[in-house]
């Protein structure tokens, strides 16, 4: 339970107090030790899930790729955590050394914090938990899911390095979404051989004609798409998928 005191309660019982029914958005300091971190939450009327963003390294919770795919996640009625996996002192260190951004097991760390954070909050707690995560986030999202397995009901990557989860994979649990783009062969082939070591139901789609930051034309409006159909599937809400649901899917688990 949260202390009623503490600058997350205070900002985001300010902010939804000030904004309409049909979705509700807050910045929110998430606690950290005796820092926080900063966030960015909104929900939807009648939300069905919330999905907890990891971005990639050197990038925040402003990346316009995860905005964008948490847009989409909105308009099919998912709330979403957009949020800074590093204090502000932390980001101006990393900056000078980039000793924290490939640091898996640390960024997993403040995800499983916002998780706590989520499930402990009333405007959250009974919301169906997913995770999106992009590069190396990707990785710290498999790790959390595999620290959590019952509070993780589903994770997507986004031209993730699963590789870098590799001690945590036989331990995911929770339904996975990898996304890679075609043009993306290293990626690609990390991909497929992390897929073999997932320990739950998983399935790879490969995005035709896209590169690793899916900036082509449509790529990741496809990425959207196939990362809201998956929560949706997953997260309570009814969804039966079709072959046309993902491009070039392979299937295990199942």
């Not at 999905?51 to 998912?78: D, I, T, W, Y």
């Not at 991909?191 to 320990?199: D, P, T």
């Given at each position: 339970?949260?202390?009623t005191?503490?600058?997350s309660?205070?900002?985001?019982?300010?902010?939804?107090?000030?904004i309409?029914?049909?979705?509700?958005?807050?910045?929110?300091?998430?606690p950290?030790?005796?820092?926080?971190?900063?966030?960015?939450?909104?929900?939807?009327?009648r939300?069905?899930?919330?999905?907890?963003?990891?971005?990639?390294?050197?990038?925040?919770?402003?990346?316009?790729?995860?905005?964008?795919?948490?847009a989409?996640?909105?308009?099919?009625?998912?709330?979403t955590l957009?949020?800074?996996?590093?204090?502000?002192?932390?980001?101006i260190a990393?900056l000078?050394?980039?000793?924290?951004?490939?640091?898996?097991?640390?960024?997993?760390?403040r995800?499983?914090?916002?998780?706590?954070?989520?499930l402990?909050?009333?405007?959250?707690a009974?919301?169906p938990?997913?995770y999106?995560g992009?590069?190396?986030g990707?990785?710290?999202?498999?790790?959390?899911?595999?620290?959590?397995?019952g509070s993780?009901?589903?994770?997507?990557?986004?031209?993730?390095?699963?590789?870098?989860?590799?001690?945590?994979?036989g331990?995911?649990?929770?339904?996975?979404?990898?996304?890679?783009?075609?043009h993306?062969?290293?990626?690609l082939?990390?991909?497929?051989?992390?897929?073999?070591?997932?320990?739950?139901?998983?399935?790879?789609?490969?995005?035709?004609?896209?590169?690793?930051l899916?900036?082509?034309?449509?790529?990741?409006?496809?990425?959207?798409r196939?990362?809201?159909?998956?929560?949706?599937g997953?997260?309570?809400?009814?969804?039966?998928?079709?072959?046309?649901?993902?491009?070039?899917?392979?299937?295990?688990?199942?």
């Amino acid at each position: 339970m949260m202390r009623t005191d503490h600058p997350s309660r205070r900002r985001m019982g300010n902010n939804m107090s000030m904004i309409g029914v049909s979705e509700r958005h807050a910045p929110v300091r998430i606690p950290v030790g005796p820092d926080w971190i900063e966030g960015e939450i909104a929900i939807p009327s009648r939300a069905c899930g919330i999905v907890l963003f990891a971005h990639g390294s050197g990038s925040s919770r402003k990346s316009p790729r995860n905005q964008f795919v948490a847009a989409s996640l909105r308009e099919a009625g998912l709330a979403t955590l957009l949020m800074d996996l590093l204090t502000q002192d932390e980001e101006i260190a990393d900056l000078e050394r980039g000793h924290l951004r490939f640091d898996i097991p640390f960024l997993a760390g403040r995800l499983r914090a916002a998780t706590q954070w989520v499930l402990s909050h009333p405007e959250t707690a009974a919301l169906p938990l997913g995770y999106f995560g992009a590069s190396t986030g990707a990785a710290a999202a498999l790790v959390a899911a595999a620290d959590v397995p019952g509070s993780v009901k589903a994770v997507v990557s986004r031209g993730g390095r699963p590789d870098l989860a590799a001690g945590a994979l036989g331990r995911v649990k929770a339904p996975t979404l990898l996304i890679v783009g075609s043009h993306d062969p290293d990626v690609l082939a990390l991909n497929r051989s992390a897929q073999i070591r997932l320990g739950g139901e998983s399935r790879l789609a490969i995005v035709q004609g896209a590169s690793h930051l899916f900036e082509e034309a449509g790529a990741l409006a496809e990425v959207a798409r196939l990362a809201s159909a998956w929560f949706r599937g997953h997260l309570g809400a009814a969804w039966a998928p079709s072959r046309a649901d993902l491009l070039d899917v392979s299937v295990r688990g199942e």
